[in-house]
């Protein structure tokens, strides 16, 4: 059985997944449909998905281990925020069906991997 996910090449690199996770993320809100609900869970999807690249970013540029695990409860709570809008969005049936899972599944699997970084540098 061929796997079809968008994610189906494996990065095994966390920041690569975090980009690939951002940029299918606005490649998934140019095709939704234009309406005033679309636009908005689109514009919050493509905020709190980069957003979670960009603190890990600065989560590698840390000093300390507390200023790191600070930095990944942002990418954890931002990737939150993207799990939370592509909810509604498949709550209510926008998007690309395949597509929409696939970042569902991906999403949760960042999530616990940044989770998890916290829990080690503890």
């Known amino acids: 059985m061929q796997d079809n996910s968008i994610f189906s090449e494996k990065v095994f690199n966390f920041e690569d997944r975090l980009v690939r996770f951002a940029g299918e993320c606005i490649f ?29 970013g600065e989560a590698q540029g840390t000093i300390s281990d507390k200023d790191f695990i600070f930095k990944l409860t942002l990418v954890v709570k931002e990737l ?3 799990r939370n809008s592509l909810k509604i969005l498949n709550y209510i049936k926008e998007g690309n069906e395949v597509v929409r899972d696939s970042l569902l599944i991906e999403v949760e699997e960042l999530i616990a991997i940044a989770s998890k970084m916290i829990i080690n540098k503890k």
């Not at 809100?29 to 960009?54: A, C, P, V």
């Open 80 to 82: 939150k925020e993207s």
């Open 28 to 56: 998934f809100t140019r095709n939704l449909s234009k309406s005033f609900e679309n636009e908005y869970y689109k514009n919050q999807l493509i905020r709190s998905s980069g957003s979670s690249t960009l603190n890990f």
